[in-house]
């Protein structure tokens, strides 16, 4: 069992529809058509969207995100239109709001690996490949691959896991020339993520990415380069045979296995709340994120 622990209702709002309750956003289109994307305080953790909020970490997401997008353009265009907020709209929707050409999704997450870790390690451990990619052997958790990766996975429901695909499964799904052109975007644009990270003291270790049709247009949709979707760790403590600290939810993670939560994941109870210790925690380490690759502080 998984999902939302309590599921929030949507907000009405004249003039828009509701579309979807995701982990983290909800989904709206206004009369034009197009999308208006609201990103919450939600996080989520082992399938189970929690019942306590990181206060601004959807300011941040998207704050950020739009930060990317524009050090992204030349590379593939995105989904903004407007951060104007609709009319009728909450004060709160403020700095969390994005209006967005409405796109027929690709159903894929594109991830890109420069470095071994996660469900990567796990496959790597027994076959020594990642999403049947060979892999020198040698590598251990944390290590830097020869070169980045593509490494696709199917896109999941709330509550359930995305699944780690071939790059053949991904082709006969979309077709040969729609999983080239998401392998070569995909490899792209974490590149430049990685080198921009680099510079700013952050090792992009991965990180997913979701892509839309406009016409035949492939368009870099959703969030980019966040601490939700994307793993980055402080270069001064990067150190390859171990976990590697990260600017994450890993606090939250930490927490719920510990005894002090008193939570089973293997149960088939929600878990409880968090203490207001790792809120603050979690919160401090996506500010620290963002400040440090963006260079502004967060107010």
């Not at 896991?161 to 998401?182: C, F, K, P």
């Not at 409880?272 to 979690?282: E, G």
Request: aromatic residues 8%.
């Amino acid at each position: 069992m998984s999902g939302f622990v309590e599921k929030p209702e949507p907000i009405e709002v004249p003039g828009l529809v509701h579309l979807h309750t995701g982990k983290v956003r909800e989904l709206y289109r206004n009369e034009a058509g197009d999308l208006v994307m609201v990103a919450s305080d939600r996080i989520s953790a082992y399938d189970w969207v929690l019942p306590t909020e990181i206060p601004d970490k959807g300011r941040i997401l998207t704050q950020l995100s739009l930060w990317w997008f524009d050090r992204l353009s030349d590379l593939v265009p995105n989904h903004v239109l407007s951060t104007d907020l609709p009319a009728g709209a909450p004060a709160d929707w403020e700095g969390r709001t994005l209006v967005c050409r409405n796109l027929e999704m690709i159903p894929v997450e594109c991830v890109a690996r420069g470095y071994l870790t996660g469900s990567g390690l796990a496959e790597y451990e027994e076959t020594r490949t990642v999403c049947g990619l060979a892999l020198p052997e040698g590598l251990t958790d944390g290590s830097e691959l020869p070169a980045p990766i593509f490494t696709p996975a199917t896109k999941a429901e709330v509550g359930e896991h995305d699944e780690n695909v071939s790059y053949e499964e991904v082709a006969r799904q979309v077709g040969a020339d729609t999983a080239a052109r998401l392998r070569q975007a995909t490899l792209a644009v974490y590149s430049r993520g990685r080198d921009i990270a680099r510079e700013r003291g952050i090792i992009l270790a991965d990180t997913k990415f979701e892509f839309g049709f406009d016409g035949d247009t492939l368009v870099l949709a959703d969030e980019v380069l966040t601490a939700d979707s994307s793993r980055f760790w402080p270069a001064d403590r990067w150190e390859p045979g171990r976990a590697q600290p990260s600017y994450d939810k890993q606090f939250v993670r930490d927490w719920l296995t510990s005894a002090e939560s008193g939570w089973d994941r293997r149960s088939e109870q929600p878990p409880p709340p968090l203490p207001q210790q790792v809120v603050d925690a979690t919160r401090a380490k996506y500010v620290e994120a963002y400040e440090r690759l963006t260079g502004t502080s967060w107010s």
